[in-house]
Nanobody, 127 residues
Framework: QVQLVESGGGLVQPGGSLRLSCAAS????????IGWFRQAPGKEREGVAC????????YYADSVKGRFTIYRDNAKNTVYLQMDSLKAEDPAVYYC????????????????????WGQGTQVTVSS
């Protein structure tokens, strides 16, 4: 069975850090592009980071650039999203997704390009 499972969400104070994990079963993550998305209450889901299956290059939304890092651990078949300097605008349900994109540098943060999704993990930022 092909699936993605996110973990690592929780409650953190502003300025704190969390590391989210996206573990795959039924397929190898190094054969697909991976994106991290988030959806806050009342808002549309937005892409925050992605990494290429070809060369592991990474791309970020402007809102998280310099604070979030996406990276792969192929031995563990897992992709991580390291989130530092968390802000009040970061709380959301975070999802990972996989796909084989035609052009990740342009399409990497478009949710329509991904075909397998995890169930999401909640991130809360509060003092």
């Amino acid at each position: 069975q092909v699936q993605l499972v996110e973990s690592g969400g929780g409650l953190v104070q502003p300025g704190g850090s969390l590391r989210l994990s996206c573990a795959a079963s039924g397929f190898r993550l190094d054969t697909v592009d991976i994106g991290w998305f988030r959806q806050a209450p009342g808002k549309e889901r937005e892409g925050v980071a992605c990494t290429s299956r070809i060369d592991s290059r990474t791309y970020y939304a402007d809102s998280v650039k310099g604070r979030f890092t996406i990276y792969r651990d192929n031995a563990k078949n897992t992709v991580y999203l390291q989130m530092d300097s968390l802000k009040a605008e970061d709380p959301a349900v975070y999802y990972c997704a996989s796909g084989q994109l035609l052009l990740i540098q342009t399409m990497g943060l478009w949710e329509s390009e991904y075909d397998t999704w995890g169930q999401g993990t909640q991130v809360t930022v509060s003092s």
